[in-house]
T-cell receptor
Framework: DSGVTQTPKHLITATGQRVTLRCSPRSGDLSVYWYQQSLDQGLQFLIQYYNGEERAKGNILERFSAQQFPDLHSELNLSSLELGDSALYFC??????????????FGSGTRLTVV | AQSVSQHNHHVILSEAASLELGCNYSYGGTVNLFWYVQYPGQHLQLLLKYFSGDPLVKGIKGFEAEFIKSKFSFNLRKPSVQWSDTAEYFCAVMSGDTDKLIFGTGTRLQVFP
C-alpha cells in the first residue's frame, strides 16, 4: 500500500456517460497529480492541484475536469465518455510544490473501460 | 517543452544477463531525473532519483543509473537481472522550476528463467 488511495479500482460504463474518479493523497501531501495511461499514448500528465488550487495543466480534454477539496482529496470528472477514454487513470501525490522533489507516490489506479 | 525518450520499447533477457535501458531527455536547464517501475497489475514505484551531486545513483533492488549531462542521458543499469524484474520501466524528468513529472513511453522488460 503506497498511501495513495484511488477508488474505484475498476469502472465499466457506456459511451456518453459521466464518471467520477476519486483520489486520497498520502497523509501530509499537498499536491495531487492525475495521469492517464493508455497503450498507445503511455503516461500522459493531465492536471495538478496543490492545496486546493490548480497548479498545472497537461493534455487534459475539455470533457475532463478535476478539483481538490479542503480535505485534500481530489476527484477527476470525465464526461461524454468515448471509447478512446478507456485507460488506466493514476493519481499521485507529493509533499510540497517547489521544494526538492522526492518524486511522486502513485496510487493503484482506476481502470476505466468505456463500452 | 520537456520530453523524454526511451528507445528500447521491449527488452527480453535471460536471468543473470546484464541490463541497460536508455533514457534521453530534452531540457537545457536544471533537471531532476527518476526511474519508476511498474510490476504487472501494480502501481508505479520509485526505483531511484537524481537531484544533484554524484551522477551515479544507486536505487532499490540492485538498480543504478548514471546521469551524463553532456549526453542528456540517464540510463538505467543492473548487472544481473532476475525473473522478478519483469516489469515496465519508466524514465521521467522534472525541470528545476516545476514539479511536473514528464514520463517516457516506457520499456517493457521480460526476463526468462
Amino acid at each position: 500500500d503506497s498511501g495513495v488511495t484511488q477508488t474505484p479500482k475498476h469502472l465499466i460504463t457506456a459511451t456518453g456517460q459521466r464518471v467520477t474518479l476519486r483520489c486520497s493523497p498520502r497523509s501530509g501531501d499537498l499536491s495531487v497529480y492525475w495521469y492517464q495511461q493508455s497503450l498507445d499514448q503511455g503516461l500522459q500528465f493531465l492536471i495538478q492541484y496543490y492545496n486546493g488550487e490548480e497548479r498545472a495543466k497537461g493534455n487534459i480534454l475539455e470533457r475532463f475536469s478535476a478539483q481538490q477539496f479542503p480535505d485534500l482529496h481530489s476527484e477527476l470528472n470525465l464526461s461524454s465518455l468515448e471509447l478512446g477514454d478507456s485507460a488506466l487513470y493514476f493519481c499521485a501525490s507529493s509533499a510540497q510544490w517547489g521544494r526538492p522533489p522526492y518524486g511522486y507516490t502513485f496510487g493503484s489506479g482506476t481502470r476505466l473501460t468505456v463500452v | 517543452a520537456q520530453s523524454v525518450s526511451q528507445h528500447n520499447h521491449h527488452v527480453i533477457l535471460s536471468e543473470a544477463a546484464s541490463l541497460e535501458l536508455g533514457c534521453n531527455y530534452s531540457y537545457g536547464g536544471t533537471v531532476n531525473l527518476f526511474w519508476y517501475v511498474q510490476y504487472p497489475g501494480q502501481h508505479l514505484q520509485l526505483l531511484l532519483k537524481y537531484f544533484s551531486g554524484d551522477p551515479l545513483v544507486k536505487g532499490i533492488k540492485g538498480f543504478e543509473a548514471e546521469f551524463i549531462k553532456s549526453k542528456f542521458s540517464f540510463n538505467l543499469r543492473k548487472p544481473s537481472v532476475q525473473w522478478s524484474d519483469t516489469a515496465e520501466y519508466f524514465c521521467a524528468v522534472m525541470s528545476g522550476d516545476t514539479d511536473k513529472l514528464i514520463f517516457g513511453t516506457g520499456t517493457r522488460l521480460q526476463v526468462f528463467p
